[in-house]
């Protein structure tokens, strides 16, 4: 299984970024995508998370209303937009992916760096 993110970059402040996590060597079919982020000196926390079947979605609460999660099933590909960015969102964000709603993410991607100037 491999897990490939991009889109990362550095974005002013109230700009946006549109992450990418493309998924190979896995048939999707119950799993479940999430992105993740590990800010400098912090634990890595949740960012939001998609059902590959049924597309439903989940949001850590400081990210709901901006920001957005989608996926593309004919390219195994997920999309985490981000809008209304701010210094503190500046972080390594990490794709991964999980068998079924509740199972321990089993794999995860490299990560792709996103810094916010004020």
């Known amino acids: 299984v491999q897990l490939q993110a991009s889109g990362g970059g550095l974005v002013q402040a109230r700009g946006s970024l549109r992450l990418s996590c493309a998924l190979s060597g896995l048939t999707v079919d119950d799993n479940v995508m999430g992105w993740f982020r590990q800010a400098p000196g912090k634990e890595r926390e949740f960012v939001a998370s998609?059902?590959?079947?049924?597309?439903?979605?989940y949001y850590e609460d400081s990210m709901k209303g901006r920001s957005t999660i989608s996926r593309i099933g004919a390219t195994n590909t997920v999309f985490l937009l981000l809008n209304n960015l701010k210094p503190e969102d500046t972080a390594i964000y990490y794709c991964?992916?999980?068998?079924?709603?509740?199972?321990?993410?089993?794999?995860w991607g490299q990560g792709t760096q996103v810094t916010v100037s004020s």
């Open positions: 998609i059902t590959w079947r049924a597309g439903r979605t």
């Open positions: 991964a992916t999980s068998a079924a709603p509740g199972s321990n993410w089993h794999s």
